[in-house]
Every structure is written in structure tokens, then in C-alpha cells.
């Protein structure tokens, strides 16, 4: 989808939070008694809107020139088959969406990576890509839903993952996770346990 309409990764990882940090909380009420508009019932096409207005909000906070609702209507078109949705579904979803965007993983992981580039030469040796795959294998996995509660601890984790991944063992000398921890306000616990989860699912075989 990102490739279709083109988008910068910020508006993609922004879209992601949304996602994430507004349906798996929403799923997990549903099984009680919280109703929400997206889940009146859950299907593939009402998941797919969801998905696409996240998109959408994101292009509009982030973006010079956001999407129009035109060229989201003709996507949409494209991969919702269950179900034909208008201009004013549209509308409608994204005002009933609860907007907030003070904690996106991305944002603080691209100022997390900067900050250690400028304090340390070991920065050189991470690539913001690679942190990007982290981040698109872990919102790829359902397992992983439980570490969205928190952003910034998020955003640290992913990036000591990234560090022991891509910076040569003799050169771990610099001490990441007390740097992150001080810088997030995390706990030597909390990304240690973060990190290991991260590393298992992102380093771990695949099935065949």
C-alpha cells in the first residue's frame, strides 16, 4: 500500500502507531462490553478502512501535498471487495478516529539515531533503514502487539536491537542502554526484555 500511493516512512510509521495503538486496545474491549464504530461487526473491508484512514490522517499532518480523498476512494476501490464505501464513509471514519500523534515509535527512533550519530562514532555504523525493517517485521506480527504500550520504550529497544545487530561485536564499548535508558526515561529491565523479544522475532528462522 505504501508503495500504491507513494508516501514518505514517517507517514507510514505514523499510520502504524494509529493502527496499532488504536485497534489492538479496541479488540482487546471488544471481548467485554466497549462498543466502537469499527467493530460493528469486524470484517476484512471495515480492517481495510480503518488501515486506509490511518494513512490518510498521517499524509494530512505530515505531508507538504497529503493524499486527497480522490486518489484514497480509488484505492480503496481497488482492495475493499466486500463492501462499496463513499467520500462521506470516509469522512465519517476519520471523525470518529480520536486523533493524536504525540507518541509515534518513528519519530522518536529517527531523533534517538541522530542524537547517537552526534555523541558517539559508533552511529555510523547504523542505517536508519535497517531500523525500519525492524519496525515493519515487528507491526507485521501479531506476537508483537503487546510492545506498542509504550513508545519511547519501543523506540529505544529497536534501537539497541539495531545496534547489536549491525555494529560489530568488538566494537560494543560504547554503553547504548544506559544512554537510551536516560534519554527515553526507561528501565535497564524494561529494554533488555524488549530487546530480547525484538531479537527473537526479528533474527528468528524462517518457516518454510
Avoid at 493502527?19 to 474491549?29: D, G, K, T, V, W
Avoid at 515509535?105 to 536508519?128: C, P
Avoid at 529497536?158 to 544512554?179: D, G, N, T
Wanted: proline share 4%; net charge negative; with cysteine.
Amino acid at each position: 500500500m505504501k508503495q500504491q500511493l507513494q508516501v514518505p516512512p514517517i507517514v507510514k510509521y505514523t499510520a502504524f502507531s494509529f493502527f496499532a495503538e488504536r485497534f489492538c486496545p479496541i479488540i482487546c474491549r471488544y471481548f467485554g462490553i466497549t462498543r466502537h464504530w469499527l467493530l460493528q461487526p469486524v470484517t476484512e473491508s471495515n480492517l481495510q478502512l480503518f488501515a486506509l484512514i490511518a494513512i490518510w490522517i498521517s499524509s494530512k499532518i505530515h505531508d507538504s501535498r497529503p493524499l486527497t480523498v480522490k486518489k484514497l476512494k480509488i484505492l480503496a476501490d481497488k482492495i475493499i471487495h466486500e463492501q462499496h464505501y463513499t467520500t462521506r464513509d470516509f469522512a465519517e471514519a476519520v471523525l470518529n478516529f480520536e486523533i493524536g500523534t504525540s507518541d509515534i515509535v518513528f519519530r522518536f527512533l529517527e531523533d534517538l539515531l541522530i542524537q547517537l550519530k552526534e555523541v558517539a562514532t559508533i552511529g555510523d555504523h547504523m542505517n536508519l533503514e535497517v531500523c525500519m525493517d525492524i519496525m515493519d517485521l515487528l507491526y507485521e506480527k501479531e506476537e508483537t502487539t503487546t510492545l506498542y504500550t509504550s513508545s519511547h520504550s519501543l523506540a529505544a529497544s529497536i534501537l539497541v536491537a539495531s545496534y547489536v545487530i549491525m555494529v560489530p561485536k568488538q566494537r560494543w564499548e560504547f554503553p547504548v542502554i544506559p544512554w537510551v535508558k536516560y534519554g527515553m526515561a526507561c528501565t535497564d529491565e524494561e529494554i533488555i526484555q524488549v530487546v530480547t523479544y525484538i531479537l527473537k522475532h526479528v533474527l528468528q528462522p524462517s518457516s518454510c
